[in-house]
C-alpha cells in the first residue's frame, strides 16, 4: 500500500512536469536555460552542487538532456571539484534510477494486460526482457556511461522492461513480491557508478579535446 501511494506522488509530480513542458513555452525556455544557469553557479560551489544534484535527478527521470554541454565549463585544473561534479552526478542518477525502479515495477501489471491482448506488443515486451536479462547490470553500467546517451531512455527500458524469472517473464498478477532480474539496491548502485564514470570519461574527452586544440 506504502508503494502504490508513492508511485500516485511521483506520478503526480511528473505528470505535472510532463503538462507544464507541453503546454508552457515558459517552462520549455525555463529548462532549456537550466545548463546555462548551472555554468553561471560554478562561482558558487554551495549553489552549483546542490542544483548539479537535482538536475542529475531530472535528468534519469524526465529530461532527455545531456549532462555533458555543463562539464564544458567544469574548472579542469581542480580535480577535487571534478571528482565533486562526478560523486554528484552519481549521488542524482542514483535517486532518479531509485525513482525510475518503482515506476517501471509498478507497471508491471498493466504491461502484462495489453501483452497478452495485443500479440505484437507482447512479442516487443518479450524481446526488450530478453535484453534486460541477458546485458543486466553491465549492459546498464555501459549505457549509463557514454557521453551524450539519453538516460531516461535507458533507465526506463531497464526498468519497465525488467523479467521476473517466472514463464513468459512478466510479472503475474497477485504473485507476492517476484523476484526479477535487477533488483533495486544493485540498479541504484549501477546508476551511481555509470553516473561517476560517464562524468569521467566525458571530462577525459573534453580535455583530450581542449589539449588538441591548442596544438
Given at each position: 500500500?506504502?508503494?502504490?501511494?508513492?508511485?500516485?506522488?511521483?506520478?503526480?509530480?511528473?505528470?505535472?512536469?510532463?503538462?507544464?513542458?507541453?503546454?508552457?513555452?515558459?517552462?520549455?525556455?525555463?529548462?532549456?536555460?537550466?545548463?546555462?544557469?548551472?555554468?553561471?553557479?560554478?562561482?558558487?560551489?554551495?549553489?552549483?552542487?546542490?542544483?548539479?544534484?537535482?538536475?542529475?535527478?531530472?535528468?534519469?527521470?524526465?529530461?532527455?538532456?545531456?549532462?555533458?554541454?555543463?562539464?564544458?565549463?567544469?574548472?579542469f585544473?581542480?580535480?577535487?571539484?571534478?571528482?565533486?561534479?562526478?560523486?554528484?552526478?552519481?549521488?542524482?542518477?542514483?535517486?532518479?534510477?531509485?525513482?525510475?525502479?518503482?515506476?517501471?515495477?509498478?507497471?508491471?501489471?498493466?504491461?502484462?494486460?495489453?501483452?497478452?491482448?495485443?500479440?505484437?506488443?507482447?512479442?516487443?515486451i518479450?524481446?526488450?526482457?530478453?535484453?534486460?536479462?541477458?546485458?543486466?547490470?553491465?549492459?546498464?553500467?555501459?549505457?549509463?556511461?557514454?557521453?551524450?546517451?539519453?538516460?531516461?531512455?535507458?533507465?526506463?527500458?531497464?526498468?519497465?522492461f525488467?523479467?521476473?524469472?517466472?514463464?513468459?517473464?512478466?510479472?503475474?498478477?497477485?504473485?507476492p513480491?517476484?523476484?526479477?532480474?535487477?533488483?533495486?539496491?544493485?540498479?541504484?548502485?549501477?546508476?551511481?557508478?555509470?553516473?561517476?564514470?560517464?562524468?569521467?570519461?566525458?571530462?577525459?574527452?573534453?580535455?583530450?579535446?581542449?589539449?588538441?586544440?591548442?596544438?
Amino acid at each position: 500500500m506504502r508503494r502504490h501511494r508513492l508511485l500516485v506522488i511521483v506520478g503526480a509530480i511528473l505528470a505535472a512536469f510532463v503538462l507544464a513542458y507541453v503546454l508552457s513555452e515558459e517552462v520549455r525556455r525555463g529548462l532549456s536555460d537550466v545548463p546555462g544557469a548551472l555554468l553561471w553557479a560554478l562561482q558558487n560551489p554551495y549553489v552549483f552542487f546542490p542544483l548539479l544534484f537535482v538536475y542529475s535527478i531530472l535528468i534519469a527521470v524526465i529530461l532527455p538532456i545531456p549532462i555533458e554541454p555543463i562539464l564544458l565549463g567544469l574548472p579542469f585544473a581542480d580535480p577535487l571539484f571534478i571528482l565533486g561534479a562526478a560523486v554528484t552526478v552519481g549521488l542524482g542518477k542514483a535517486v532518479g534510477g531509485w525513482l525510475v525502479f518503482v515506476i517501471g515495477v509498478n507497471f508491471e501489471e498493466f504491461l502484462a494486460k495489453w501483452s497478452r491482448r495485443i500479440r505484437w506488443f507482447g512479442k516487443f515486451i518479450a524481446l526488450c526482457e530478453r535484453f534486460v536479462k541477458r546485458t543486466g547490470y553491465v549492459g546498464l553500467f555501459i549505457l549509463l556511461s557514454v557521453p551524450m546517451m539519453s538516460d531516461t531512455a535507458v533507465l526506463y527500458i531497464f526498468s519497465m522492461f525488467n523479467p521476473t524469472g517466472k514463464k513468459g517473464g512478466t510479472a503475474v498478477p497477485d504473485a507476492p513480491e517476484p523476484r526479477h532480474a535487477l533488483r533495486m539496491v544493485p540498479f541504484v548502485i549501477t546508476n551511481f557508478l555509470g553516473g561517476m564514470t560517464r562524468v569521467g570519461i566525458a571530462v577525459l574527452l573534453i580535455w583530450l579535446g581542449l589539449a588538441a586544440f591548442v596544438r
